[in-house]
Each structure stands twice: as C-alpha cells, then as structure tokens.
C-alpha cells in the first residue's frame, strides 16, 4: 500500500469510533480485509476507494466478541461488495479467535483465503507502522496542562519501546498480567447495570471514589510527606466498603462511584505494572494500546500519573488514536509490502491540533525538498 501523503480523517465522528486513515496516494483496490479477534472485542479494518476524489480510506470497526456472528456478517458483506474487483480476496485473522473460530470464518468465507497470523507479531507491526508512517497519532496525557494533550515530536530514535497490551522483527514478551480491560469489564459487569463497556466508562465520569475507596488522608488525616504521598493517594482500592459486623451490598454504593474506583485500581496497577518492567530493561518509552483504553481521560491520566510517579518523570506514557487496531493493522499490512512514507507527525484522538499549517501544507513543504527523510538509525 502506498501510505505517501497518510493523515487522520477529522471527520466528525460519534461517540467512541476510530477516525479513518485517509491514503490519498493508494489509487488501486486491495484484495485483503484484516481481522483481530480478542477474548472481549472483534476489530476489523479494511480499505476503500473514494467515489469522488483521488485514494482512498482504511476503515476501522469494532465487534464484541460475544457476538462474533455479526463481525463475521459485516465480513461477508465487504466481500461481496468487493467481488466485481476481480482480486482473489484474502482475509487475514489474528488474534486468538483467529484460532478459535476459523472453521466459522472458512466455511462463511467459500473462495475467500483465510489465513492465520501470530498475535504478537501483527501487534508490533501495526504498532511500528501508526508511530511512523500516521502522521498526529502517538500523543501524552496530563489532565493538569492547560492542553492536555501534548503531540510527540517526531524523532530518529523511536525504538527501544515497551508496548504494553496484548520495532522491527526483533522482539521479546518480557511479561505479562491478568489484570486488564476484561478484568475491568468483567467486574464493572457484576457491579453495575452498565449494559456495554462504553456506557461503564461514561458513568465513571461523573463518579467519586472517595465513597469507596480508602485514601491516604482517612489514615493520617493529611499528607504522608514522609514517603511523598498526598492525603488524596488511594491506600486502599474499596476500602470503604468493608465494616466488620455489616453485611455490604452494591445497591449500598452508587454504581458511577464504583466504576471510578475500579477503573482506577486497574490503570493504577498496569501502570505500576508497566513501569517495573521497562525499569527493568531500561526503557522510557511506554505505548499503551488496546481498547481498554478507548480514548478516556480518566484512563490515560492515570496511567500517565502512575509512570511518571514511579519513574520520577523520568519514562513517558505514550498513547495512540487507533490504540485497539494495533494487532488487526498489523494483520492487514502482512498482504502486501508498505511503501514507506518519508514523514511522521502525531497528534491526538480528541483534540486538534493548534498548529497554522494544517498537515497537508505541512507535507506539501516538506516534499518540496527531497533530502527530508525521518527515520529510525536502527536498520
């Protein structure tokens, strides 16, 4: 695929869906459609020619995997629609449902090739090419900054990197935890009437913790100055729902302060998590992906907050717009050779950028000199 030219749609878009990849430079049709299927959720991404301009789009769209029957319908249609093309149509499948239901896909898909590619390996391909090649996608979070997001400037030494999650073909899994998005919705499931991930990451907003968490100050009654801890750290993730002698219920606690609580006992732990192992091999750069994430502030705060806490701000938490379609972009870009492009910018999911130029008068200086190319040292 030719991504020469690459930006994000800035489209408006509704609640919790991922903006297009434009590609103005792709003029041919692509006979593949990738799919990711993980424990939770079903992503798909697949591309487009546009009606009535040059190139085209890469589309992304997500399925919960309980209900996988319509991620496989949605399939069967983009390969309808894409028959007259004349292209022997392939879809690549990764993730463990690759496995679990290719026997489903095969026998939906006659004369489509379905072929399985290895999870971890779509995962750092995908990831390799939204950090260079997308031009405003990997970005940080502060919630204390007047902007809260903060764009990545491009540069020569993209790698090492730990993704965190489920370079170049050189790779390791240095660890891994239990503790994740299903954990999340497993338990946001069991206490709250939230009827999708989605909705229990909205009622966390207006949520309180403090009505159900124990804090440092209900301890100390202050800040433990000592050891650097303010009166409002989280000693105690729901320690204030235990009282001896009383039976709790749920209905006791308002479900937006449950899912406040939860959602940080989560991020706080994989952030602690994180930072352990890129400490211990000396890492400072840490992508978070996947559709844990889904663009919360809440969720990205603290992550950020944890890494910079325990690393002294010494590592940086760096998040991506198409977080949850790293494994199934990886799949995709497996069919064919990517033409590199020469220029990488970043930006966020939910906020413009403040620049003058827009990106495509930024690219179109940059093309005016051909000696301009940003890339990694590492070959």
């Known amino acids: 695929m030719n991504v020469i030219g690459a930006s994000v ?3 408006i878009l509704g609640a919790h869906e991922t903006r297009d990849i434009v590609l103005p430079n792709q003029t041919e049709h692509v006979s593949q459609i990738a799919v990711d299927i993980g424990g939770s959720l079903a992503k798909v991404i697949y591309f487009t020619l546009s009606a009535d301009r040059k190139g085209g ?3 992304f769209k997500i399925f919960e995997t309980e209900q996988v029957d319509d991620c496989i319908d949605f399939i069967v249609e983009l390969m309808k629609d894409a028959r007259h093309y004349g292209f022997q149509q392939v879809l690549k499948a990764t993730g463990g449902g690759a496995y679990l239901y290719y026997n489903k896909l095969a026998a939906r898909l006659p004369g489509v090739i379905v072929e399985k590619e290895d999870e971890m390996e779509c995962l750092i391909a995908g990831l390799s090419f939204f950090i260079t090649q997308i031009p405003y996608e990997v970005f940080t979070y502060n919630e204390l900054d007047e902007d809260p997001i903060q764009f990545e400037e491009k540069s020569k030494y993209v790698y090492p990197y730990m993704v965190t999650g ?3 073909q050189d790779f390791i899994r240095i660890s891994g935890t239990s503790l994740g998005g299903g954990t999340l ?3 946001l499931s069991l206490l709250t009437n939230a009827p999708t991930f989605d909705d ?3 009622i966390s907003k207006v949520g309180d913790n403090r009505n159900v968490d124990l804090l440092v100050g209900d301890i100390y009654g202050s800040d433990y100055s000592k050891l650097g801890l303010k009166s409002s750290r989280i000693a105690s993730s729901f320690g204030k729902v235990f009282k001896k002698g009383t039976k709790q219920n ?3 606690f308002m479900p937006a302060d449950i899912a406040k609580s939860l959602l940080y006992m989560v991020s706080n732990n994989i952030g602690q998590i994180a930072y352990l192992n890129a400490q211990q091999h000396g890492i400072k750069r840490i992508y978070f992906g996947g559709c844990f994430i889904r663009g919360h502030p809440i969720t990205m705060n603290s992550l950020s907050y944890a890494i910079k806490f325990w690393s002294k701000g010494d590592m940086k938490a760096l998040f991506l717009r ?3 379609h790293l494994g199934a972009t990886g799949a995709f870009l497996k069919h064919q050779p990517v033409q590199k492009a020469r220029h990488s910018f970043t930006c966020s999911e939910n906020y413009k ?6 990106p495509t008068s930024v690219f179109q200086a940059l093309e005016k000199n051909n000696k301009v190319e940003l890339r990694s040292d590492n070959k």
């Open 353 to 358: 950028s403040t620049m003058k130029n827009n």
């Open 57 to 59: 789009r890469l589309h």
């Open 9 to 11: 749609s800035e489209g």
């Open 322 to 324: 198409h977080e949850g």
């Open 185 to 187: 919705w497993g338990l």
């Open 166 to 168: 489920p370079g170049p």
């Open 250 to 252: 749920k209905d006791n």
């Open 200 to 202: 229990m990451l909205e």
